[in-house]
């Protein structure tokens, strides 16, 4: 079964939770004893439609303020595929959380409220989207049954976006524009009967006809060595594996590769899922690769094919988004954590500081805190061998961890 | 020989997780209920490591209430995979006056449970304890990470969770604490049951269709047990059941099933309309009932 992570985007009150209600409830994912639940809830608080939101926000707090505040993840499953979807909140100070949505996601959908149309929160979402350079973004128009299920106004607020879509710097994201209303349910899984201009897919058929193979950013392959598998039985005497996931491309039996940092050469001697040998591993599968010659590998190490060098360096730009309540600024050193290779890094400088709503303003800046996004310059203690981000979805992110607090304080992309 | 692309992608993640915790941690340990969840996760901590042997022990606490079947499971799994087993009891913790057990129609040890984790816990020094649990069981649960911090006191903050970016996964702790791992956060019950199917695992006989003496309380069906409270009027009958989560006794409800094989409960599961925490007794004690006790250190 395939399965397609999606991660939403919505400033509060767009009806991003009912949107999502709105699908499990019309794909039948809904089981009795949640409906029952919703049911309760929507009558003791007065509401006379039933509440949706309320099968997606889980924690105590957010059913007292009726927002999200936290990245929720929701299931569901047709015929076809099995879904994911990262319901992150909209609210600037939530920038983390939809970063964090988006770095696991292959498709977005941004949420538009017809009333509103594009408002600067939308900018953001976009921005964040086109930075973590998700391949399939979705504009569902939503609360078009407030706007009489108006063509005019639907036209209006495409245009509007497609002005942001000319400034940004990545040309292969697809953007479908979809008319809904979540509340009413027209467009979501069931065709609207009262938007009849509307030509295109429905919300649920879209998705449900998404080639995954094409929304997937795919480079060419890294191999970075997770944990060395040696299990000096007798059976197994000199057995001798590393163990990892293939990000990028495919790797085969008999394919000349290097070994970073030491730049030595050999060739695959097997792959391995389990107990079961493959002649050829592709993308995003854990395997455990043998080698022809015995060469020194261990966690952190690289498996790369000759011919086919990322760059190996100490010192590189990147975007980053900041994600702690402790400011990042110049001099301090975080670990860096680059796939599963750990250094350390130090903030040589920080250029300037990004606006993320394509207002094309950077600001010199001291320090970064909670939210900001900037271009930083790290220097490192040992150097990693990275691809650019934009060409690299795996090989060019990283997370910076804080060397007291252990707490994940930010994310990078690398340029 | 051919490619690895038909390899499932819920368990690509799995296996991944699993050598992110034996490279991260030095004092790993599985939460083995003897539940399907926790028996998926044995065989992909197998297929994780093979063909060395999973590098860390198994650890059940046991309430003293489960379902015989479940024992004799466990014990026969452990030894044909010649794995390490740890058993802590409830009762010790009970004997030892650290824990009050609870009285009255809906008494259950499960909740009970959690001293005697975090007890364990420290004993043994564990940094990094694998557990079962699914994003799509629970509301609150849906905003767990796959490595989830504990303090000092097993507590869950989870206002303050480290962001989960791409792959990265960051076990980065201080002394003390400990790390809470969900390899399979990103299955749904149905996947579970696929897996299951596909890969031919062995699970205990009460998750298939089986007679028992059972009796109704509040639209649930409750097993009749020395373990479980029961009211005089409440009547004993026979019927054939089946459970879908198994926990304690005293807080695991029975559904009516003929399905007696897994393809039969693969197809009940896909037609189902109660999600499968609508059997656990424990739940229902209020809306919220499963982030408090996550605030706590249950599992």
């Known amino acids: ?415 | 020989m051919k490619d690895t692309s038909h390899i499932n992608a819920l368990e690509n993640e799995a296996v991944y997780i699993f050598r992110e915790v034996a490279a991260q941690f030095e004092r790993p340990v599985l939460l083995f209920s003897g539940g399907k969840d926790s028996i998926t996760l044995v065989r992909l901590a197998q297929k994780a490591f093979w063909p060395a042997k999973i590098p860390f022990p198994l650890m059940h606490i046991d309430t003293g209430h489960n379902f015989p079947e479940t024992i004799e499971f466990r014990d026969r799994l452990v030894e044909e995979l010649g794995l390490e087993l740890i058993v802590r009891n409830v009762q010790d913790s009970i004997d030892q006056g650290k824990v009050k057990e609870e009285s009255g129609r809906y008494s259950s040890r499960n909740s009970l449970q959690t001293t005697t984790l975090l007890d364990s816990i420290e004993e043994f020094k564990f940094d990094a304890c694998i557990g079962g649990a699914r994003r799509d069981e629970e509301k609150a649960r849906a905003k767990e990470r796959i490595f989830s911090v504990r303090d000092d006191f097993g507590q869950w903050d989870e206002r303050n969770q480290r962001p989960e970016l791409f792959d990265m996964l960051n076990g980065q702790i201080e002394l003390g604490q400990n790390v809470r791992v969900f390899p399979i956060s990103n299955w749904t019950e149905l996947d579970v049951w696929s897996y299951i199917k596909e890969e031919n695992i062995e699970i205990p006989s009460i998750y298939f269709a089986h007679k028992r003496k059972v009796f109704l309380r509040d639209g649930l069906i409750w097993s009749h047990s020395d373990y479980v409270y029961q009211e005089e009027d409440e009547e004993v009958l026979e019927r054939m059941v089946r459970f879908r989560t198994v926990g304690d006794m005293s807080c695991t409800a029975a559904v009516f099933s003929e399905a007696s094989d897994i393809e039969s409960v693969v197809a009940e599961i896909r037609d189902s309309t109660i999600s499968e925490r609508g059997a656990r007794i424990d739940d229902k004690r209020s809306e919220a009932a499963m982030e408090k006790r996550k605030q706590q250190g249950y599992f």
């Open chain 1, 1 to 415: 079964m395939e399965v397609l992570k999606i991660a939403t985007a919505g400033s509060v009150d767009d009806g991003k939770s009912t949107l999502i209600g709105r699908l499990l409830y019309d794909t039948k994912s809904l089981t009795t004893d949640k409906l029952e639940a919703i049911e309760k809830r929507s009558k003791k608080n007065g509401y006379d439609y039933l509440d949706f939101s309320l099968a997606t926000d889980g924690l105590v707090a957010e059913r007292e303020q009726g927002i999200t505040i936290d990245v929720a993840h929701i299931y569901f499953s047709t015929k076809k595929k099995s879904y994911i979807i990262a319901d992150t909140p909209g609210h600037v100070e939530y920038t983390r959380n939809m970063v964090t949505g988006a770095s696991t996601s292959q498709a977005a959908i941004i949420l538009i409220d017809a009333r509103k149309g594009v408002i600067e929160q939308t900018n953001r979402h976009f921005f964040i989207n086109n930075l973590l350079r998700v391949k399939e973004v979705i504009v569902a128009i939503n609360k078009m049954d407030l706007v009489e299920f108006s063509e005019e106004r639907y036209n209006e607020i495409k245009a509007d976006f497609e002005q942001l879509m000319a400034k940004r710097d990545y040309e292969d994201q697809k953007i479908t524009f979809i008319p809904v209303s979540a509340l009413k349910g027209d467009n979501v899984v069931n065709r609207s009967k009262n938007m009849t201009w509307y030509k295109g897919e429905t919300l649920l058929d879209h998705l449900e006809d998404l080639d995954l193979a094409a929304v997937s950013n795919v480079g060419t392959p890294r191999f970075p060595v997770q944990y060395v598998i040696r299990p000096k039985t007798d059976e197994h005497h000199d057995f001798r594996g590393f163990a990892g996931k293939i990000y990028g491309g495919e790797l085969s039996v008999g394919d000349e590769v290097v070994a970073l940092p030491s730049q030595t050469r050999s060739k695959i001697k097997e792959i391995y899922f389990h107990d079961k040998k493959y002649k050829t591993a592709s993308r995003r599968s854990s395997v455990t690769i043998t080698l022809e010659d015995e060469i020194n590998l261990s966690r952190g190490d690289m498996l790369v094919k000759a011919g086919d060098l990322p760059t190996i360096d100490k010192q590189f730009t990147a975007t980053i988004s900041w994600m702690d309540s402790e400011n990042l600024s110049p001099g301090k050193k975080y670990v860096l954590q680059h796939g599963v290779h750990k250094v350390l890094a130090k903030v040589a400088n920080i250029n300037h500081k990004i606006h993320p709503d394509y207002s094309g303003v950077d600001e010199k800046a001291d320090s970064l805190g909670m939210n900001d996004i900037a271009e930083v310059t790290f220097k490192l203690n040992k150097p990693i061998f990275y691809d650019q981000f934009k060409k690299h979805r795996t090989n060019g992110s990283f997370i910076l961890i804080d060397t007291q607090s252990n707490n994940t304080v930010g994310a990078g992309f690398i340029n």
